[in-house]
Structure formats: C-alpha cells, structure tokens
C-alpha cells in the first residue's frame, strides 16, 4: 500500500485540484506533503519498533494508515487534504521496512530470500501500477477511490498479521532509554526542507530563487549537524555507525543509485510518451507495465534458488540487463511504435527481477538482532531520498536539454537556409514557421530522452564492478 500510495495520486491532480478550486502547482502539495512526511518517518522507524515493538508498529501503522487513507478521501478543502496526506505519509513511513524484518525474522534462514524476492516484487509493480490504478480510479470513479481502495486492504492485512503473529515472542524494549530529540529534530528539519527543495526546484527554477537557496543552506546545515550528533549521541534515533559495516555501506550506495537509476526511467519514459508521442496516461502506463510481468514469474524462482548463487554476480547481471535496456532505448525516434517500447521494458523485466533481492540480500547478510531494523529503515530512507533527487534532476535535465537542443535546431530556420527559404517566402510563412517549431520541439525532447537514456546506461554499466567491492553473503545469511 505504501509503495503504491506514493505513485497513485500523480496522474489524479488535475482532477484533485480542480475539484478543491485550486491551481495545479497548489495541488502538487497533496504529493509533496507525503513525500516529505513520509522521509522523515522512515529514519526513526527502527527507534519506534523497539520502543513499542515490531509488530505492535506495524499494526498501529497499518490502522493509522487506513484511517488517515478514508479522512483524505472525504476531505472538503485543499487544506483538510494536506493535512490528512502528511499524516498518511507518517503512517506510512513504517510499512516497508518493517515488511522487511518481520520477514527475515518470522522465515527460516533458508526461505529468506523468497520472502525477500517477493518484497522486492512489489517494490516494482507499485509504481507501475499505481498511475493505471489512480486514473481509471479518478475517470471511471471519482478520486477519492484512490485513498477508499487503501482501507479494504488495510483491514484485511491487520487481521491477518495479528492471527498469524499472535504467538511471536515480544521484542526486548528500550522504554527506558534516552529520547533523542535533538537528533529527531534536526533530522526532522533537515530531510523536510530538502524534501520541499527537491519537491519544488523545477518550480521555482531551482538556485534562481532566494527560497530554494536559504532551503538548501538550511537543509545542509541541519543535516550536518544530525550526522555530528548521531555519530557522538549514546542513544542515536538514527543509527549511522552501520556504515562502518562494508556490506551494508556499499550495498547501500549501490542501491541507492541503482534505484534513482530505475526510478528515472519509470518517470521520463511515460512522461515522453504522453508530452511528445500523444499517449494518454493509461496507455504510457500500459507501455511501462510489461517491466513488471517476468518478474512475477522469476521472483518466485529466484528466491527458491537464489540462496545457490553468488548474489554479487545477479546483482551485477541485473545492472548489466538495466543498463543494456537504457542502450535500446537511446536508440529510440519519434517514429518508435508501442510494440518496441514493451518489448524493451519487458527485457528490463529480467534485471527489475535480479535487483532487488541480492541487493538487499547482501546489505543485510551481516547484520543480527536489532541492527537488522536500523539497516532496514537507514536504507530505505537513503533510497527514499536518492529517488527525490533522481525525480528532481532528470526532469530538470531532461527539460533544459530540450531547450538547448530546440535552440541549436531552431538557428538552421533562416530565410538563408536554401531548405526552408522557399518555404518561408510563401503567404502561410507564419503557419510553416509554427509547424516547423513544433517538429523542432518534438525532436529537442527526442535528443534529450536519447541523452538522459545514454547517461542512465553509463550508469548502471559503471556501478557494476563496484558490486563486488562486498563481500560475498554466506549461505543461508
């Protein structure tokens, strides 16, 4: 629910903001609201968990969850929304990673990395099929389904978790430990700030405006000072003294990248089938939705077998795949057909399915006891906040490429350029001019989809060697 809350609602704002009487850029709120509430809960995730305990989180956060899912779908102004949004995204916050340990610690050493391939299954479906979902939700319905549809779902998984864990042993508790409220705050402040900076960059045109620049300044001193604070501090929220750990510190960075490297192409890709190739939303989705069939299929098998192989080497496989899909579509032009398009993103298939399990496989492999929850909340923040900048920064990359290549193209328009001048001498010169900018257009963001593709592949194809920098899991780990 979580993987798919966060991607559902994209494709609703204009019907969102419209039905609130608000502009679109004000909508936007009911994304970044989420997104920032949703950062700053992840790092203390593990904290929570041995406060109160693992399972007594996760069914609390499952409630608060579904409850905080039907206020957003009944809410009457932009404001309720928000508000009921930021706290969707707290109770959110706790979801995956504590998905994550209740998975390694109820399975077997040997059926781990079922449970973990499976996980990883649904890491890739949720975006996929969150914005199919949310439009035909919000255009055969009405949008408040996108938030209804969370709360069958919500109470069916908490009956199921409290039956099946009734008689899990409970976990040693810290209640009588240090509350850490100025790391809480810092972080706090520093990952909220950054989160609205990274959220609205595009927006404001980035370091052009004075309040993105005192939000990044903010953002990095607070977030500084976090690090100082928590590498000293005897109870940290956050614990950073993982990363002295090998494993985990690479597997981290390595997934982290991977991830933005993933995420990037599941945002452009629809994005230029819809802006440039006339694809409606649905459609873009159904385009991106074949990445996610063969590893419905594989998943199951490679976590039944995953445990007799090297996982460095399908780690390293599946960046190769990723990173051959990005070559495929950096040959792509605008007369590219829905077919190709499928085909290429069923082949990412293969790569979407040897990604995510040996990675988190090997950044766990030599972790015990509670410092498995820290590592799994730690790194599905960092990944969380690598796949903000990757949001961020391919869409600006992606849209100021095109300008520059629109501007290099459009010079070749001059009445002494003898391949246009005839053309520009006629009457209809206005009407040719206007056409001869929308092909102009068309191929700036063609060129610029064919760069940023190019540069996703040297990537994914870098980042490979450095895979086995790690040490190799032990069998069963």
Not at 296 to 306: A, R, S, V
Not at 325 to 333: D, H, L
Not at 431 to 455: A, H, R, V, W
Request: proline share 4%; net charge neutral.
């Amino acid at each position: 629910m979580q993987v798919l809350d966060s991607t559902i609602a994209n494709v609703s704002l204009p019907t969102i903001a419209g039905n609130m009487g608000v502009s679109l850029n004000q909508g936007t709120w009911v994304i970044t609201s989420f997104t920032v509430s949703n950062a700053i809960g992840l790092p203390i995730t593990s904290w929570l968990s041995r406060r109160i305990g693992e399972v007594r989180l996760y069914v609390g956060a499952l409630i608060a969850f579904s409850l905080f899912s039907f206020l957003c779908g009944v809410s009457q102004s932009m404001g309720e929304l928000v508000i009921f949004r930021t706290l969707q995204g707290l109770a959110a916050a706790p979801l995956f990673p504590m998905s994550q340990v209740l998975l390694m610690s109820i399975f077997p050493k040997e059926k781990r990395s079922m449970a973990l391939a499976l996980l990883g299954m649904v890491a890739v479906v949720g975006p996929i099929v969150g914005p199919i979902l949310g439009g035909w939700l919000t255009y055969d319905y009405s949008w408040p389904w996108i938030f209804f549809i969370n709360i069958p779902i919500g109470i069916f998984t908490v009956i199921v978790v409290l039956r099946q864990l009734k008689d899990r042993p409970a976990q040693e508790n810290m209640r009588n430990s240090k509350f850490d409220i100025v790391g809480l705050s810092t972080m706090a402040l520093g990952v909220g700030i950054l989160q609205i900076v990274l959220d609205k960059g595009n927006e404001l045109d980035w370091f052009n405006n004075v309040w993105i620049i005192a939000g990044s300044v903010f953002a990095v001193i607070m977030l500084v000072f976090m690090v100082i604070w928590e590498l000293t501090d005897d109870d940290p929220i956050i614990n950073l003294r993982l990363f002295a750990n090998r494993n985990f510190c690479i597997g981290t960075i390595i997934l982290t990248f991977g991830y933005a490297g993933f995420f990037s192409i599941n945002l452009i890709l629809p994005q230029w089938l819809q802006s440039q190739m006339n694809y409606t939303a649905l459609w873009a989705g159904f385009a991106a939705a074949p990445m996610g069939v063969l590893p419905l299929f594989l998943t199951p098998i490679l976590g039944k077998l995953g445990t007799q192989f090297d996982m460095r080497k399908l780690a390293a496989w599946s960046f190769i795949v990723i990173g051959s899909s990005c070559y495929m579509r950096a040959q792509f032009n605008s007369d590219v057909d829905y077919f190709t398009i499928a085909i290429i993103q069923l082949f990412m298939g293969i790569g979407i399915s040897l990604f995510f399990m040996p990675m988190t496989t090997i950044l766990l492999s030599d972790l015990h006891g509670s410092d498995v929850s820290d590592a799994a909340s730690l790194s599905t923040f960092i990944r969380t906040i690598g796949a903000s900048f990757a949001s961020s920064l391919t869409t600006w990359i992606w849209t100021r490429n095109a300008s520059v290549h629109h501007a290099i193209l459009a010079e070749q328009i001059t009445p002494y350029n003898p391949l246009v001048a005839p053309e520009l001498q006629h009457n209809n010169a206005h009407s040719t001019l206007m056409t001869l900018n929308g092909i102009i257009t068309g191929q700036g963001y063609m060129m610029s989809t064919i760069d940023l593709f190019t540069t996703l592949m040297g990537i994914f194809f870098v980042l490979t060697p450095f895979i086995f920098l790690t040490q190799r899991p032990k069998a069963h780990a």
